[in-house]
């Protein structure tokens, strides 16, 4: 399996480094950010499965679908400069589209190929489909994980309006030292998931990151979000003052739960 899945490493860098000699100066460095990102939620994903009981043939599933997760990303980037997927362009759709249209999983039977598309498709989910197979369930729910740890790296190396690239807040927000809305309170004290309609100010965003914990399946992410100081960063970009006080308290305890179970 280590030659496919080089082979799956080799069609991604042509097929993003195509990309790359497209890219104007201004996104230049976002592209060459997606290609980065990827090779950091493959390593992610392969050390869920070092520490997880996963069934042998399901793992080249799972570090095949990290490599191929964000093909959608490159032409959203090249076309529209645009993370936001709320603009017509689903970069989880299209990166479906886009991998039924190559050769880079002809190699694997039918059933390795549509767990690896069903994970591209629905990686970007805010709740996943309740009809999933357990195997579909599984490549997603390690995929998912991968990729929370390294856009919440990236929030944190970005979190601030300041940012000369790569904005970490996303479009129709508004950075504000201390306004957040009360849905997002409530549903965060309530340890719910923030849909991604429901934020308004950036202390809303940072709820609705830190709010992932209750969104993540395995040991080793906890752990690596505790151990990488990634959480306390995001805890540490609110404010002190109530209703976050009570906010911070809360989140600090339930990883530290979730640490404690793994």
């Given at each position: 399996?280590?030659t496919?899945?080089?082979?799956?490493?080799?069609?991604?860098?042509?097929?993003?480094?195509?990309?790359?000699?497209?890219?104007?100066?201004d996104?230049?460095?976002?592209?060459?950010?997606?290609?980065s990102?990827?090779?950091?939620?493959?390593?992610?994903?392969?050390?869920?499965?070092?520490?997880?009981?996963?069934?042998?043939?399901?793992?080249?599933?799972a570090?095949?679908?990290?490599?191929?997760?964000d093909?959608?990303?490159?032409?959203?980037?090249?076309?529209?400069?645009?993370?936001?997927?709320?603009?017509?362009?689903?970069?989880a759709?299209?990166?479906?589209?886009?991998?039924?249209?190559?050769?880079?999983?002809?190699?694997?039977?039918?059933?390795?190929?549509?767990?690896?598309?069903t994970?591209?498709?629905?990686?970007?989910?805010?709740?996943?489909?309740?009809?999933?197979?357990?195997d579909?369930?599984?490549?997603?729910?390690?995929?998912?994980?991968a990729?929370?740890?390294?856009?919440l790296?990236?929030?944190?190396?970005?979190?601030?309006p300041?940012?000369?690239?790569?904005?970490?807040?996303?479009?129709?927000?508004?950075?504000?030292?201390?306004?957040?809305?009360?849905e997002?309170?409530?549903?965060t004290?309530?340890?719910?998931?923030?849909?991604f309609?429901?934020?308004?100010?950036?202390?809303?965003?940072?709820?609705?990151?830190?709010c992932?914990?209750?969104?993540?399946?395995?040991?080793?992410?906890?752990?690596?979000?505790?151990?990488?100081?990634?959480?306390?960063?995001?805890?540490?970009?609110?404010?002190?003052?109530?209703?976050?006080?009570?906010?911070?308290?809360?989140?600090?305890?339930?990883?530290?739960r979730?640490l404690?179970?793994?």
């Amino acid at each position: 399996m280590n030659t496919e899945i080089k082979r799956c490493l080799d069609w991604f860098d042509a097929y993003a480094r195509g990309y790359v000699n497209r890219a104007s100066k201004d996104i230049l460095l976002t592209v060459q950010s997606k290609i980065s990102h990827t090779m950091r939620v493959l390593a992610h994903v392969r050390g869920i499965i070092r520490e997880t009981p996963v069934r042998e043939d399901l793992a080249p599933v799972a570090e095949v679908a990290a490599i191929l997760h964000d093909v959608g990303r490159f032409p959203q980037l090249i076309n529209s400069a645009s993370f936001d997927d709320r603009t017509g362009y689903n970069h989880a759709e299209e990166g479906e589209r886009i991998l039924r249209m190559a050769d880079v999983l002809e190699p694997f039977d039918e059933t390795f190929r549509e767990l690896v598309l069903t994970a591209v498709r629905y990686h970007n989910l805010g709740l996943l489909p309740e009809d999933l197979t357990d195997d579909e369930r599984l490549v997603l729910e390690i995929l998912r994980d991968a990729d929370k740890l390294d856009a919440l790296r990236n929030t944190v190396k970005y979190m601030s309006p300041d940012t000369p690239y790569g904005k970490a807040l996303k479009s129709d927000m508004v950075w504000h030292d201390s306004e957040v809305s009360d849905e997002v309170v409530k549903l965060t004290l309530q340890r719910k998931l923030i849909p991604f309609t429901a934020i308004k100010w950036s202390n809303d965003f940072v709820l609705f990151l830190t709010c992932w914990i209750h969104d993540l399946h395995f040991p080793y992410a906890y752990r690596h979000l505790h151990e990488s100081g990634t959480f306390e960063a995001l805890l540490d970009a609110l404010p002190e003052e109530a209703p976050f006080d009570r906010i911070k308290k809360q989140l600090r305890s339930d990883l530290q739960r979730f640490l404690d179970q793994g």
